[in-house]
């Protein structure tokens, strides 16, 4: 396999981001959307594998499956470290008794505890939607 330069790709705003840019990007979660910050870990082309039909598959330049491609079979993706912060913390839950009912407060609404959780890398689908996080000085 031929060896690749990391690729750059550029923001909805024309912002350069590379491996290591920290970035905000749209996420869903319980219906909702919600923006989250990341570290891009890669980037890459993938390759709808219609040969083997094994799914998407990171581009094999020396493959000539690959080379002939169709565009609608060709698509980026961009792996992200989430780094924890987000538009809706995601380290909240409902605190619960030692029998797991809800703690509630004088008011009936239910209390809240912040927990340590571990934020797995996700890989983006959708690549136009990024915006680069520190970008000439401004903050998105």
Do not use: C
């Not at 890669?42 to 000539?64: C, K, L």
């Not at 992200?80 to 912060?85: A, D, K, L, S």
């Not at 890989?123 to 000085?137: K, R």
């Amino acid at each position: 396999m031929t060896q690749q330069q990391p690729m750059t790709l550029t923001d909805w705003r024309g912002n350069p981001y590379t491996i290591g840019t920290t970035i905000f990007y749209p996420r869903g979660s319980s219906g909702s959307i919600e923006i989250q910050e990341g570290v891009v870990l890669d980037i890459w082309e993938a390759v709808y594998d219609v040969v083997n039909f094994t799914g998407w598959v990171r581009f094999d330049p020396d493959n000539p499956a690959h080379q002939a491609a169709e565009e609608k079979n060709r698509a980026t993706r961009v792996k992200v470290q989430p780094i924890g912060r987000s538009s809706r913390p995601t380290n909240y839950r409902v605190k619960r008794d030692e029998h797991g009912e809800v703690i509630r407060d004088d008011s009936g609404r239910p209390e809240w505890e912040q927990y340590d959780v571990e934020h797995k890398p996700v890989t983006l689908l959708i690549v136009e939607n990024v915006t680069v996080a520190d970008a000439g000085g401004t903050r998105a």
